[in-house]
């Protein structure tokens, strides 16, 4: 009897069997290059030589972020054309797209805020010779004299104010064309001159005590006009613009040590004016604001006006005298 020889079944789970046909050891390192691509398009390159040179420009030139975004933005526009019309690649199209409308939205930016500043054929004068010395640019003169700030005229012999009348805390002045005469109580004090403040002693004066009137009267001499801020909106602004606010503080003294020398030579006219540009000192701030603001104290005004006047006179002498000994 021959018996046969039963082997065990085995049975496999479907799916889950050897595939010897396909069962082939990988290489170790399958990232290998063997076969290098071709070169991609010249499009491609120009672009990735745009994006170079944009990061390698310096921070030190002017135009450096102009530059950059310009040039980041021909970049992506050449990455669009080299994926549209030679790769056909949606993803790297999309990607680019999305990184062209930012840079071409700063660039647009950036060129906006560098347009060129047109200032008023009236103020151009004025930012001329106070503000451009001063490193103010012209979109913050701009901002200065654009908001809270109007051109008045006056006519020949019309006030500016009035002695014991007019208020002085509306308002700050700047004169632009013409010339005012200030006088106490009928005695001719000095002239104000284009480009120079009408009331800079009385703003300085008063910053700390409100409601006080002028002491002295300001009449056109000619037909007059004149740049006004009103005062409170002014100070609330240059608070904001700390820059500003020392341009002013520079400017105003520098205006009252005008007025100063105004007072000891009453003929000096506005081309010597221009010539006075010292850094005013705090005695030559206190004998102007004395003037305008101290002498209505006095009991007899006349002797009063020629005390002063001989004051200031004397304290003049003094400072030139030593100058003019020099060899």
């Not at 009137?213 to 004149?226: E, L």
């Not at 206190?286 to 004051?311: I, K, P, W, Y």
Request: glycine share 4%.
């Amino acid at each position: 009897m021959n018996t046969t020889a039963m082997s065990p079944l085995t049975v496999t789970p479907l799916g889950f069997g050897p595939d010897l046909k396909n069962a082939t050891l990988d290489p170790l390192n399958e990232t290998a290059c063997e076969n290098w691509k071709e070169i991609h398009h010249l499009v491609f390159h120009v672009a990735n030589i745009c994006f170079a040179v944009g990061l390698v420009i310096p921070t030190t030139l002017n135009l450096h972020m102009i530059l950059l975004r310009g040039l980041l933005t021909i970049g992506c526009a050449l990455f669009i054309i080299w994926a549209t019309l030679y790769r056909c690649a949606l993803d790297i199209m999309i990607w680019n797209s999305v990184f062209l409308v930012v840079n071409l939205l700063h660039f647009i930016y950036l060129v906006y805020k560098r347009r060129p500043i047109k200032i008023e054929k009236e103020l151009s004068s004025l930012y001329k010779r106070m503000f451009e010395p001063l490193h103010v640019p012209p979109e913050l003169f701009q901002r200065l004299t654009g908001q809270f700030c109007n051109i008045q005229t006056l006519k020949t012999g019309q006030a500016y104010a009035a002695e014991d009348k007019t208020s002085v805390d509306e308002r700050l002045s700047i004169l632009l064309k013409g010339k005012m005469k200030v006088s106490y109580r009928g005695h001719f004090l000095h002239n104000i001159y284009p480009c120079a403040f009408i009331d800079s002693p009385e703003f300085r004066s008063t910053q700390m005590n409100r409601g006080e009137k002028f002491q002295v009267t300001i009449i056109a001499d000619d037909n007059c006009k004149f740049l006004c801020w009103s005062r409170e909106r002014l100070t609330y602004f240059l608070e904001s613009e700390p820059f500003l606010y020392e341009i002013f503080k520079y400017l105003i003294g520098k205006d009252i040590t005008n007025k100063l020398y105004s007072l000891n030579d009453p003929t000096l006219n506005d081309k010597a004016s221009k010539k006075i540009d010292r850094q005013p000192s705090l005695c030559s701030q206190l004998s102007v604001m004395q003037m305008r603001n101290s002498m209505a104290s006095t009991s007899d005004s006349e002797d009063g006006l020629q005390m002063f006047l001989r004051g200031t006179s004397s304290a003049s002498s003094l400072l030139t005298g030593p100058a003019e000994r020099l060899p």
